[in-house]
């Protein structure tokens, strides 16, 4: 607790000395989950950031670990910021994946019958699998994004769209979700092989 109010003040600190930078702001709203900032507490923070930063990918992925249920919200809070983001995430942008953080901590702790399955949920993965289909390939956020992308499509049985991702991944399937499985060579190669068996007859 010592090092997150040092954090935060430091933080402060240098918000007051550039205060366009989003950066302090990225800073704050991480450790604010740590000082269990209540929720207008926090959503004060936010405002600041995003007027600073409204598509900053670090400052969205800590905030949703802020409303997800093992921090300060609610799986219900935690989806509702995903899909925001997903939203009006800019085409091209790794900002989209935040979705499908929040997808990978919902079945982490309550299992892949905790997936959305309705039809817009659907939807939203395939919107997601666009906008990065059409982000810079250097773009290091892309190597963990795709994977789970992939998987979550297979889940979704959108089939066509998860082949398109295991074919921008290539072989290599050191990355989660595989890797927390017992084999992830073997879970890895099992959806590659659903999606390219199923792709154009879903």
Not at 76 to 100: D, I
Request: aromatic share 8%; net charge positive; glycine share 4%.
């Amino acid at each position: 607790m010592v090092q997150l109010n040092a954090a935060m003040e430091a933080a402060q600190k240098a918000a007051s000395l550039a205060p366009e930078d989003p950066g302090p702001w990225v800073v704050m709203v991480t450790a604010a989950r740590g000082l269990r900032y209540d929720h207008d507490e926090f959503r004060r923070l936010w405002r600041e950031l995003v007027t600073r930063a409204p598509h900053h990918y670090e400052g969205h992925c800590q905030a949703l670990q802020y409303w997800c249920a093992k921090w300060a919200g609610t799986d219900k809070l935690m989806m509702e910021f995903a899909e925001r983001t997903a939203h009006k995430a800019p085409v091209g942008s790794p900002l989209a994946g935040v979705y499908l953080h929040a997808l990978y901590e919902l079945t982490r702790r309550s299992g892949p019958s905790a997936l959305p399955s309705s039809r817009t949920a659907k939807d939203l993965l395939e919107n997601v699998a666009r906008s990065l289909n059409q982000a810079p390939d250097d773009d290091q956020s892309l190597y963990h994004l795709r994977h789970l992308l992939a998987h979550y499509l297979v889940k979704a049985r959108r089939y066509d769209a998860a082949l398109e991702q295991f074919r921008r991944i290539g072989p290599w399937c050191g990355a989660e979700p595989w890797t927390n499985e017992r084999d992830p060579v073997t879970a890895f190669d099992l959806a590659r092989s659903v999606a390219a068996l199923r792709a154009r007859q879903s």
